[in-house]
């Protein structure tokens, strides 16, 4: 039994002598018969992740839910929508195991320690490999920096520390990355609500977008989004996803740096003055180039190091949930990086 993770638009999922068929709409395909695009048996799949345009048909539903089968719909950007489930859930365990957890500080601190150390290795390998050209006094700094951090973790005793430590490491990056942009882009530090250059409108909207994908990772495998163990309980905040979130920022920031320094986005035309409250505004047709590179980086494969196959970003981000999941189960909270870079 797997979960089938699929991305292809106006597509539809149909079942001929129970096996699951996922079909090409005639219409998008440009008219004909339906182009047969899957085909497996039912059995084999107990958990279907549909991103956007894909439909089911009542014989679709009606053989998934006999046999207990969920399936999770996700906007195409990874955003939760909602889930068709039968009326047994298995995730009443998992969440009373992840409350547990709440509860005991060695059990939290340990996890939240797996991910900053996830987040500052990811940053430490973005600047490196920017920086091949030749590194600045700044950002030899920034990465001395950013390894010393990375030793100390394991030391610390207390979420608070840790998160001290977590911040003073990202401003010692930021003070780095913010290098690689030229003068041009007015980007001089990490700043937002409201982001006052066109650097931090980019990062805090690539941002956004990556705290749906991680809201709906988190809730695809059945986790309270709300309970985290690296941030803290706010109401309404999904704490569990914006811990999730921490290893793939300098995603997001890979793509703001390529958006920027390639020329698929301009300062002078893609970004104009704003109100106080949003002084610095991104334009349609720039916003729609964006969100093709962030779609494009998302769906680039690599091979995730605890299941040993290659799948887009987007669901590496969902197994990555599925880590925190297994290590709460079994009691484990030893959470392993991604380790791309």
Same mark, same amino acid.
């Given at each position: ?9 106006? $597509? ?16 998008? *395909?440009?008219? *004909? ?69 709440? /509860? ?9 320690? *797996? ?16 920086? &091949? /050209?030749? &590194? ?83 809730? $695809?495998?059945?986790?309270? =989004?709300? !309970? ?18 921490? /290893?793939?920022?300098?995603? !997001? ?32 047709? *720039? ?13 680039? $494969?690599?091979?995730? =190091? ?36």
């Amino acid at each position: 039994m797997s979960t089938l993770y699929l991305v292809q638009q106006n $597509t539809k999922i149909r079942i001929r002598n129970r096996r699951l068929q996922v079909e090409r709409d005639p219409e998008a *395909g440009g008219g *004909g018969e339906a182009e047969v695009l899957l085909s497996l048996p039912a059995g084999q799949v107990s958990q279907l992740v549909l991103f956007g345009n894909i439909g089911l048909t009542t014989p679709a539903i009606d053989l998934l839910l006999a046999q207990n089968a969920e399936v999770v719909f996700l906007s195409q950007y990874g955003e939760y929508r909602g889930e068709l489930v039968s009326s047994l859930t298995p995730h009443v365990p998992m969440r009373r195991a992840q409350y547990r957890c709440l /509860e005991n500080p060695s059990q939290a601190l340990a996890l939240a320690q *797996g991910f900053v150390s996830a987040k500052l290795q990811h940053q430490r390998a973005l600047l490196q490999r920017h920086s &091949r /050209e030749g &590194r600045s006094d700044l950002v030899e700094s920034s990465l001395a920096h950013l390894a010393r951090a990375l030793d100390s973790i394991p030391h610390k005793t207390g979420l608070d520390s840790l998160r001290g430590l977590e911040g003073a490491a990202t401003a010692a990056y930021f003070s780095a990355f913010r290098t690689f942009f030229g003068a041009e882009w007015r980007f001089t530090d990490r700043n937002r609500r409201p982001p006052a250059d066109p650097v931090n409108v980019l990062l805090s909207f690539g941002y956004t977008l990556l705290a749906q994908a991680a809201s709906g990772a988190v809730q $695809t495998v059945g986790l309270d =989004p709300y !309970v985290g163990f690296l941030h803290e309980y706010v109401y309404n905040r999904p704490a569990m996803a914006l811990d999730i979130l921490e /290893e793939f920022r300098p995603v !997001v920031d890979g793509v703001v740096l390529w958006c920027c320094r390639s020329g698929q986005l301009s300062p002078d035309k893609d970004f104009t003055p704003g109100p106080p409250e949003r002084p610095v505004v991104l334009g349609e047709d *720039g916003k729609r180039r964006f969100l093709q590179a962030y779609q494009g980086r998302l769906d680039q $494969t690599y091979t995730h =190091p605890l299941r040993g196959l290659k799948m887009p970003l987007r669901q590496c981000m969902i197994e990555q949930a599925r880590q925190v999941a297994d290590c709460l189960l079994n009691n484990h909270f030893d959470y392993r990086s991604m380790g791309f870079r």
